[in-house]
């Protein structure tokens, strides 16, 4: 359903990203497209004098901070590291010396996340093309820190040089697809950071235009972490979703996104994609009558095939809430055109079929507690009702019966009333059965 949209990059991979030998001059330049909308960049500065054992690691960089400021006679204070998950004391009885053991094997294993906040600038004097081909050779690395620490320098490039953050990616987006895909917990968790840290800084840059094929390519990748059984990485990519979400609602990119992540394969993702374009769509309501044509035909194609009775209720039940928040805003008879002018026939009785059906599902269920409601009402107040009928026409006094059913349908009728507003927003869901009560006479006419 989806087109496929031109890589980017002069020496693209499968990935959509450049993973070239050499690092391209991007610090120094600037970013240009071609006639299809595709990077550019220049290989005329290849890195071929940086020393390739340097350690380009945070603390490392930090330690040049400190010489250069002692240097100068300027007082520094070490930028102190928290780990995400810090490994808690023993809770078992063992000498000093053996947990000292455990605790320095267990940290051989982990690296520190340095917050957002604290990550700091290179020196004026660094050589910022060396330093990126020294974060290309780290990503080759068979070693997770090594790749740790090039995540951790694409982080302050990411904060500092923003401006060419289309080239950085452009050059690094490969390595980074795939290792944020890595079985290694912490990489992904670092890797997440470096997204989520990119959509905060597009907040603070808006006039630095971020290239479509980051959100294409990533944005899905956050949504398949969003369910991860790790609570870490979970809620990381979650958050990653709102910066997303903080800038790009209500624009054409974040529906792209969120409609494109309603064909994953697990539910779970599914569900969590139609929660994200309802919610796109309710922060911003104009924003959907300035989609584009394309765009809003990939929209009700969307709703369609998760209204086409084949999913899962949960799937069924977020896709309504789409489609109610579409017609809340937009208005039945614009609601109504939209379907006719983006779906086929089929589509548009399996759409209003199944909001029908919801709809009917919700109301017997509120109607049941309301029967239950209303007993327990006439049980406890019958002398009040009764004086309620008698003093509204002294001179007809009802029978018993015909007192308790007349209030049966009065009570009955204030409840529908009072569900309905509170559920449906007032007259929506008479808007939804006029919905497909005019679909059915518009089907009679073509038959």
């Keep these: 359903m989806f087109q496929n949209f031109n890589n980017f990059g002069s020496n693209s991979n499968s990935n959509g990203f450049s993973n070239n030998e050499n690092s391209n001059n991007f610090f120094n330049q600037q970013q240009n497209t071609n006639s299809n909308g595709n990077f550019n960049y220049s290989n005329n500065n290849n890195i071929n004098n940086f020393n390739n054992n340097s350690n380009i690691g945070i603390n490392n960089l930090n330690n040049n901070y400190q010489n250069q400021n002692q240097n100068q006679g300027q007082s520094y204070n070490p930028l102190e590291e928290q780990p995400l998950n810090s490994?808690?004391?023993?809770?078992?009885?063992?000498?000093?010396?053996?947990?000292?053991?455990?605790?320095?094997?267990?940290?051989?294993?982990?690296?520190?996340?340095?917050?957002?906040?604290?990550?700091?600038?290179?020196?004026?004097?660094?050589?910022?093309?060396?330093?990126?081909g020294r974060v290309l050779e780290c990503f080759k690395s068979n070693s997770w820190k090594e790749q740790f620490d090039a995540l951790d320098n694409l982080r302050v490039f990411n904060k500092y040089y923003y401006s060419s953050i289309n080239e950085i990616f452009g050059q690094f987006g490969g390595f980074i697809k795939e290792t944020v895909e890595s079985e290694k917990t912490q990489l992904v968790k670092n890797c997440l950071l470096l997204i989520k840290e990119i959509y905060i800084m597009q907040q603070q840059m808006p006039n630095?235009?971020?290239?479509?094929?980051?959100?294409?390519?990533?944005?899905?990748?956050?949504?398949?972490?969003?369910?991860?059984?790790?609570?870490?990485?979970?809620?990381?990519?979650?958050?990653?979703?709102?910066?997303?979400?903080?800038?790009?609602?209500?624009?054409?990119?974040?529906?792209?996104?969120?409609?494109?992540?309603?064909?994953?394969?697990?539910?779970?993702?599914?569900?969590?994609?139609?929660?994200?374009?309802?919610?796109?769509?309710?922060?911003?309501?104009?924003a959907i009558t300035k989609l584009s044509e394309d765009t809003l035909q990939k929209l009700m194609k969307t709703l369609a095939e998760m209204l086409n009775g084949k999913q899962?209720?949960?799937?069924?039940?977020?896709?309504?809430?789409?489609?109610?928040?579409?017609?809340?805003?937009?208005?039945?008879?614009?609601?109504?055109?939209?379907?006719?002018?983006?779906?086929?026939?089929?589509?548009?009785?399996?759409?209003?079929?199944?909001?029908?059906?919801?709809?009917?599902?919700?109301?017997?269920?509120?109607?049941?507690?309301?029967?239950?409601s209303l007993c327990q009402f006439l049980k406890n107040n019958n002398y009040q009702k009764q004086q309620h009928y008698t003093q509204k026409d002294p001179e007809f006094v009802l029978s018993n019966k015909q007192q308790v059913v007349a209030q049966q349908l009065e009570m009955q009728q204030q409840y529908r009333n009072q569900n309905q507003q509170q559920q449906f927003g007032g007259n929506y869901f008479n808007n939804m059965q006029n919905i497909a009560n005019n679909f059915q006479q518009q089907n009679q006419q073509f038959m």
Excluded: W
């Design 312 to 372: 899962k209720q949960n799937v069924l039940s977020e896709g309504i809430q789409v489609c109610q928040t579409i017609g809340q805003i937009i208005g039945q008879e614009n609601y109504i055109n939209l379907m006719n002018v983006t779906l086929n026939v089929q589509e548009q009785q399996n759409m209003q079929k199944n909001i029908v059906e919801d709809s009917n599902k919700r109301t017997k269920k509120k109607e049941n507690q309301s029967r239950q």
């Design 87 to 132: 490994n808690p004391a023993a809770q078992y009885s063992l000498s000093e010396q053996s947990i000292q053991h455990d605790q320095a094997k267990a940290q051989q294993n982990q690296k520190s996340f340095t917050a957002f906040e604290n990550l700091p600038n290179y020196p004026p004097e660094t050589d910022m093309n060396a330093v990126a």
């Design 208 to 286: 630095i235009v971020l290239h479509n094929q980051f959100t294409e390519t990533f944005v899905p990748i956050l949504l398949n972490k969003s369910n991860h059984t790790n609570s870490d990485i979970k809620n990381i990519a979650q958050s990653a979703l709102q910066d997303f979400i903080a800038f790009y609602y209500g624009k054409e990119e974040s529906v792209l996104a969120a409609c494109q992540g309603c064909f994953n394969n697990i539910p779970q993702i599914k569900v969590y994609a139609l929660k994200l374009l309802n919610q796109i769509l309710k922060m911003q309501e104009q």
